[in-house]
C-alpha cells in the first residue's frame, strides 16, 4: 500500500479564493508529480519535483504554484481559484533513480470545485 | 505526435469473460518500461503491472497479463475471468530511459456488466 497522502479530499471553495492542497509521502521518494485530471479523461502532468528546492512546470500550463521545501512534502498552491480549476487533483511520487520499472504511487486524489 | 494511444474510449464486457485492452507507443528509446493503472470512479489510481522493453517474458500479475509486442509497439492489457470489480477507467503509460517522466494514454473506460 502506497504512503501517500493528499488533503483535503473534496473541496468546494468560491472564486478568488486561495486554496491550498497538501501532499505528503513518507516513503523518501525524490520525485513527486501533480496533475490535474477531469472526470474521465486523460492525466494532465502540471509540476514535479525532483527533490528539496527543486520544481519544474509541466506539460500543461496552470496558474497554480508548488514549492518542495522539506522531501516528504509537496503543497500545491492556487492564489486566486476560478471556475475553471475545478478538477481532481492527483499528487504521485517515484524513486529518483533506479530501474525504469519503478513504480509511480499515487494519492487518493483531491477533487476541487470552485463556485 | 501522440506517443501512446489507446483507441477504445470504452468497452463493454460481459462478467466472467476476458478482456483485451489496447495501447500502443511510439518510442526511438531502446531502454523503456510500459505500465498499465486502474482507476476505479473514486479516482484513485492503481498500479497493475510493468514491462520492460528488454523482458523477454510478458509480464503477468494475477488476472492481468500483458500482451507485448515489441516489433509493433503494442502493450495490450489482458483481464483474464472479468469481475464487476473490474469496471474503471484503465490507462497505459511509458517511461523511457532517456527522459525519466511517465507519458500517459487517454484511458479506456471499461464497464463489465452482470
Known amino acids: 500500500e502506497a504512503d501517500i497522502y493528499q488533503t483535503p479530499r473534496y473541496l468546494v471553495i468560491g472564486t478568488g479564493k486561495k486554496i491550498t492542497l497538501e501532499c505528503s509521502q513518507t516513503?523518501?521518494?525524490?520525485?513527486m508529480y501533480w496533475y490535474q485530471q477531469d472526470p474521465g479523461m486523460e492525466l494532465h502532468l502540471i509540476h514535479y519535483?525532483?527533490?528539496?528546492?527543486?520544481?519544474e512546470k509541466g506539460d500543461l500550463s496552470s496558474e497554480s504554484t508548488v514549492s518542495r521545501i522539506r522531501t516528504e512534502h509537496f503543497p500545491l498552491t492556487l492564489e486566486s481559484a476560478r471556475p475553471s480549476h475545478t478538477s481532481q487533483y492527483l499528487c504521485?511520487?517515484?524513486?529518483?533513480?533506479?530501474?525504469?520499472?519503478?513504480?509511480?504511487?499515487f494519492g487518493e486524489g483531491s477533487w476541487l470545485t470552485v463556485v | 505526435a501522440q506517443k501512446i494511444t489507446q483507441t477504445q474510449p470504452g468497452m463493454f464486457v460481459q462478467e466472467k469473460e476476458a478482456v483485451t485492452l489496447d495501447c500502443t507507443y511510439d518510442?526511438?528509446?531502446?531502454?523503456?518500461?510500459l505500465f498499465w493503472y486502474k482507476q476505479p470512479s473514486s479516482g484513485e489510481m492503481i498500479f497493475l503491472i510493468y514491462?520492460?522493453?528488454?523482458d523477454q517474458q510478458n509480464a503477468t500479475e494475477g488476472r492481468y497479463s500483458l500482451n507485448f509486442q515489441k516489433a509493433r509497439k503494442s502493450a495490450n492489457l489482458v483481464i483474464s475471468a472479468s469481475q464487476l470489480g473490474d469496471s474503471a477507467m484503465y490507462f497505459c503509460?511509458?517511461?523511457?530511459?532517456?527522459?525519466?517522466?511517465?507519458?500517459w494514454g487517454a484511458g479506456t473506460k471499461l464497464i463489465i456488466k452482470p
Open positions: 503509460a511509458m517511461r523511457e530511459r532517456s527522459n525519466y517522466q511517465l507519458i
Open positions: 504521485a511520487s517515484t524513486d529518483r533513480q533506479g530501474a525504469l520499472g519503478n513504480t509511480i504511487y
Open positions: 518510442t526511438s528509446d531502446p531502454s523503456y518500461g
Open positions: 514491462q520492460g522493453s528488454y
Open positions: 519535483s525532483y527533490g528539496v528546492n527543486s520544481t
Open positions: 516513503m523518501g521518494h525524490d520525485k
